[in-house]
């Protein structure tokens, strides 16, 4: 089936501390892989993505590594803010006959104390 | 570019009627556009998918009958949620593909629906 697992569900870092968040995912078809940064009563925002032929990406404070083999990929935060702190989701594409479709990740909540 | 227009932001409504939440691509057409349901402190869960000018896909456990979707044109999907209960009280958000497949999506701004 189609499933993406994420861990940890809550995480919470000193500021200029390093945070990593992990997904899995199920469907070998994914090819696409897609962070979003919620926060509270707002659309999610997308961070960083990477696709299927990449294995690791990186912008600025934010990196997202790859491996397909294994369908795990994980986003890194290095030098935290606390405007870092929101809820950040994981998704994998998954192709479908006449459309994609992306199923998020159960959700991280990173909090960045001061 | 590749905005997701979406309203109303935030909706009361009686139990027992509907409410209907529109999602207008602005600058680029959506063929397709997918609509989600959050309950507090959880994920984006997808509802169904809704392509241009044919019946929208549900995903298990969605009652078609209940969230009535209507893609009619390129540019406007619609969601209505009929009968609505206090437990439908959710933020209903909808996203759509930017441009070509495996480019990203762009979200609408949500609806709050509550319920009463």
Request: glycine share 6%; net charge neutral.
């Amino acid at each position: 089936g189609e499933n993406v697992e994420q861990h940890p569900s809550t995480l919470s870092v000193q500021e200029g501390d390093s945070a990593v968040i992990k997904c899995t995912y199920s469907d070998s078809a994914s090819n696409y892989f897609p962070w979003y940064k919620q926060e509270l009563g707002k659309r999610p925002q997308l961070i960083i993505d990477i696709r299927s032929n990449v294995g690791e990406k990186k912008d600025q404070r934010i990196a997202v590594t790859l491996n397909k083999t294994a369908k795990h990929f994980s986003l890194h935060i290095t030098e935290t803010q606390p405007e870092d702190s929101a809820v950040y989701f994981c998704a994998a594409e998954v192709p479908k006959t006449s459309y994609d479709k992306v199923i998020f990740g159960p959700g991280t909540s990173l909090s960045v104390i001061p | 570019g590749a905005v997701v227009s979406q309203h109303p932001s935030w909706v009361i409504c009686k139990s027992g009627t509907s409410v209907k939440i529109e999602c207008r691509s602005l600058d680029f057409q959506a063929t397709t556009m997918f609509w989600y349901r959050q309950f507090p402190k959880q994920s984006l869960m997808l509802m169904a998918t809704s392509n241009e000018g044919s019946k929208a896909t549900y995903e298990q456990g969605v009652e078609k009958d209940k969230f009535l979707i209507n893609h009619a044109s390129l540019t406007l999907s619609t969601l209505t949620v009929t009968s609505a209960h206090p437990e439908d009280s959710s933020f209903y958000i909808c996203s759509a593909p930017r441009n070509r497949r495996s480019y990203g999506y762009t979200f609408g701004s949500g609806t709050r629906l509550t319920v009463v």
